[in-house]
């Protein structure tokens, strides 16, 4: 049984205000009766200095706080509202001063047991020191140029975050792990960890940042059997080894692999309150193949060649799938999904060297934690007359569930009067937060089941192939999941139920998303047209379509996004004297370290850069999603200090600079009870804002390069490579679907057209199964 009591105060709206020596960051919680303030000096040129105030504040203390402050610094223009925020995305430095990214608009797009999620609908880029002590690198060619490089990052796209729940971790995670605040920063799905350490170091906790995720959530209201019920599909992309398809290949020497994405599908019912009765969450992993290969951007090829290095005695591989088992626990069940026979061997050498690697390191392993290696190629699988490729791969996801099973939590929630008036984060594991009408809610999570081990699938560039089998095994999950919730009486759902299209939709939105982060392009979706029933030469012409956007993608922008992901997640730093980040070959082959320098991860020959695009990148590189670079703090603004005080909701300008002469906010004049002056009631009046009293007042691959497409097969009649184990391999399925990039909640109403056609009989190969789930060999179909 998991306890946990909530109801501490989570900051979520802020405001930010300047005088010349300083920036006064004003913070409140959702129910409007904690109010904090951070101080941010301006007068150093190139060092970060933040001081966090102890006192927590009433509404009319932290207004009167700002009012004396106002006054102090009359001479030099006052107090000046700079702009509404709802948290610090982090602290960047580049050549000259530093620089703080905050999130200015906000969408909610989802809640998990009474927690928000939100999206970032705009950010800004704020320069932290006063103008008038900038350095004059602060003007250099080369510091606009690494702004605008960190401002292509576009954060309004596929990031989410939420202020209560530790969205970076599984829910099975939350529930069993105790270990909450600042350290959660430093798990692998956190993207602004490296811009967030500098305040989290100094200030020992998270009170004002948001830990940002990458990926893809969408959460919609479906129904079965006339209940309904909420559905969750979460993809959280990994910041170890990240960036664009061939920049970023295989494994590096810490078992890190590229393209690597944690999904999490969520099922609870609809209840009236925000927490469920029941929740059920199960787990999935796609990856890059462990092992050290990639392949050299071309221009004129766009096929190019997989290279394939050596790894004595697959350390590296080795290292990939304890990082897993450390994870997700045993067993490690891995679905390969790539070709076996090719005329020119390319995804066939990989094949025959990964079920080497599995079949190595499985020596040194016990019987119980042995990996299980499925191959099947699902190319060679989709070509076969009269085979259906979604029901095969339905089958051998219910056999795997078998093994690892999945979560299952029955929540009780009860309400108690005993607030605490301090912030903080989830105070337990498994909290579960509802915070009304200031009351705290404990909530109890007893786990009726938990999953034990993970499918991790991979095809040669874990996305379209991939996209298909880990939608066959979301299916299958869904209805054991809605079995268990006592949603449906039986637990599965057939292909060509209405729910399955349901389920479809969330996948190639999620395909499609993914697809675009690493690859360029949506994804290849052949066999979810053909299931839909879809025309095939107006799927055939959409497929080419994205195979051009692709390869361009590949061949001219992702070097440039590479640039902008190393600078985001601060594996390069700046630094005066040293080559510039653009001046550098490219780092697929080594990571760039902190001090500008690059570090080798595998002895691999370097590849030249070239321009960029893509989409964790704005086209028109447009600061961070439309991000101010600091100057305009300095203009187009009153010299009221209270201002915008009044309605956090409602956009604002940014203000002009001020300077400082700060109260003791141990003051008695803090406590709100004297009166206001006529001077400050007249003040207040002319602003448009009520009384001081007021509680208002302060609201504070068709052609793929890398065989991942449907029409490559016909270049491929050779008999199979030899290879020490007998493996199966697949080609890309490819098909039409929206780009992912639509999380808004509710209910798609798309009506999917099916196939008409009856499902074939599909063999059944348990024994098969059970033979290669008891020895950990390489089971082939």
Same mark, same amino acid.
């Given at each position: ?21 300083? *920036? ?7 129910? !409007? ?33 700002l ?8 001479l ?17 430095? *580049?050549?000259g ?25 705009? @950010?800004?880029?704020?320069?932290? $020191? ?9 003007? #250099? ?47 692998? *799905? ?32 479906? #129904?079965?059997?006339g ?7 979460i ?10 398809r061939?920049?970023? !290949? ?7 692999v ?7 599908? &969520? ?16 787990? /999935? ?14 221009? &004129?090829?766009?096929r ?26 045993? $067993? ?33 392993? =016990? ?13 060679? +699988? #989709? ?5 259906n ?13 078998? !093994?690892?099973?999945? &979560? ?5 929630t ?12 989830v ?17 109890? +999570? ?40 006592r ?10 139920? $209405? ?25 290849h ?42 600078? *985001? ?24 370290? @902190?001090q ?18 893509g989409n ?12 101010n ?11 009221l200090?209270? /201002? ?9 300008? #940014?203000?002009?600079?001020t ?5 003791? $906010?141990?003051?008695s004049? &803090? ?14 009046k ?7 009293? =007021? @509680? ?26 030899? =290879? ?9 399925t490819?098909?039409?679907?929206e ?5 808004? /909640? ?11 056609? /009856? ?23």
């Amino acid at each position: 049984m998991m306890e946990a009591m909530t109801g501490g105060k989570f900051l979520q709206k802020f405001r930010l205000y300047e005088i010349r020596s300083k *920036f006064y960051l004003v913070g409140r919680d959702k129910t !409007r009766t904690l109010w904090r303030v951070l101080k941010i000096d301006r007068m150093e040129s190139t060092e970060l200095g933040i001081e966090e105030d102890p006192t927590s504040y009433t509404e009319n203390e932290c207004k009167e706080f700002l009012w004396r402050i106002h006054e102090g610094n009359r001479l030099t223009g006052g107090l000046k509202f700079v702009t509404k925020c709802y948290g610090i995305v982090g602290f960047i430095k *580049f050549l000259g001063p530093y620089y703080m990214v905050l999130i200015t608009r906000r969408r909610k797009v989802g809640t998990i047991c009474g927690h928000d999620i939100y999206s970032i609908g705009k @950010s800004e880029m704020i320069a932290i $020191p006063s103008p008038i002590v900038w350095p004059n690198v602060a003007y #250099s060619r080369d510091e606009n140029r690494y702004k605008q490089l960190l401002c292509s990052v576009d954060l309004s796209k596929d990031f989410f975050f939420s202020y209560s729940y530790n969205i970076m971790r599984r829910l099975q995670k939350n529930i069993t792990d105790k270990n909450t605040g600042p350290v959660v920063y430093e798990t692998m *799905f956190v993207w602004n960890e490296s811009l967030t350490r500098a305040i989290r170091n100094h200030l020992k906790n998270t009170n004002w940042t948001v830990a940002l995720i990458h990926g893809f959530f969408k959460q919609s209201k479906l #129904s079965v059997s006339g209940k309904e019920f909420w559905l969750t599909l979460i993809a959280r992309r990994s910041r170890h080894f990240a960036g664009t398809r061939f920049l970023k !290949r295989g494994v590096n020497e810490k078992g890190r692999v590229a393209n690597d994405v944690e999904t999490e599908q &969520l099922v609870f019912e609809d209840t009236p309150g925000e927490i469920p009765h029941q929740i059920s969450s199960v787990v /999935q992993h796609r990856g890059s193949i462990p092992l050290v290969w990639f392949q050299e951007t071309s221009r &004129l090829n766009i096929r190019p060649d997989i290279i394939l290095k050596s790894d004595l005695d697959y350390k590296a591989t080795r290292l990939h799938f304890e990082n897993l088992a450390l994870r997700y626990g045993n $067993p490690i069940i891995i679905l390969n999904l790539i070709k076996t026979r090719e005329k020119k061997p390319r995804e066939s050498l990989l094949c025959a060297e990964f079920a080497k690697a599995i079949h190595y390191i499985n020596k040194g392993l =016990s019987d119980d934690k042995r990996l299980k290696f499925l191959h099947m190629d699902l190319s060679k +699988l #989709s070509r076969r007359k009269g085979s259906n490729v979604l029901a095969l791969l339905n089958k051998v996801a219910s056999d795997v569930l078998d !093994r690892t099973d999945f &979560l299952h939590c029955e929540i009780t929630t009860s309400k108690s009067e005993d607030a605490s008036s301090g912030q903080g984060a989830v105070a337990k594991s498994g909290d579960i937060e509802s915070i009304e009408d200031q009351n705290f809610c404990t909530s109890k +999570l007893v786990p009726v089941s938990l999953q034990k081990g993970v499918l991790r699938t991979n095809c040669i560039d874990c996305l379209d192939r991939t996209n298909v089998a880990q939608f066959a095994c979301g299916l299958a999950a869904l209805g054991r999941q809605l079995h268990v919730l006592r949603l449906s009486e039986t637990p599965t759902i057939e292909l060509h139920a $209405p729910l399955a299209d349901d389920l479809m939709d969330f996948y190639e939105r999620m395909g499609d998303t993914l697809a675009i982060q690493y690859g360029g392009s949506a994804a290849h979706n052949k066999i979810f047209c053909e299931q839909r029933g879809q025309w095939k030469a107006a799927t055939q012409s959409q497929e080419f379509l994205r195979t051009l956007q692709r390869y361009y993608s590949n061949a001219y922008t992702d070097p440039e996004k590479q640039d902008a992901i190393n600078l *985001f997640l601060g594996h390069f730093q700046p630094q005066q004297g040293k080559p510039a980040l653009w001046k550098l070959d490219s780092d697929q082959h080594h990571n760039i370290g @902190s001090q500008g320098t690059l570090t080798e991860e595998t002895k691999r020959s370097f590849i030249k850069r070239s321009l960029s695009d893509g989409n964790i990148l704005c086209e028109n590189s447009v600061p961070v999603s439309d991000c101010n670079v600091g100057e305009k703090n300095i203009a187009n603004s009153e010299l009221l200090p209270m /201002q915008q005080l009044g309605d956090i909701r409602e956009p604002t300008d #940014s203000a002009p600079e001020t300077s400082l002469c700060e109260p003791d $906010p141990c003051s008695s004049t &803090l406590t709100g009870r004297h009166s206001i002056s006529e001077e400050r009631q007249s003040y207040l009046k002319r602003l448009g804002y009520p009384e001081l009293h =007021s @509680s208002n007042f302060l609201d504070l691959d068709l052609l793929s390069s890398s065989g991942n497409s449907c029409d490559e097969e016909i270049f491929e009649r050779s008999s199979l490579i030899n =290879s020490p184990m007998d493996v199966v391999s697949v080609e890309s399925t490819t098909s039409y679907s929206e780009q992912g990039h639509d999380n808004e /909640q509710g209910r798609d109403d798309t009506d999917l057209s099916r196939s008409s056609s /009856q499902m074939p009989d599909i063999h059944d190969y348990s024994e098969g199964f059970a033979q290669w789930v008891a020895n950990g060999d390489t089971l082939c179909y």
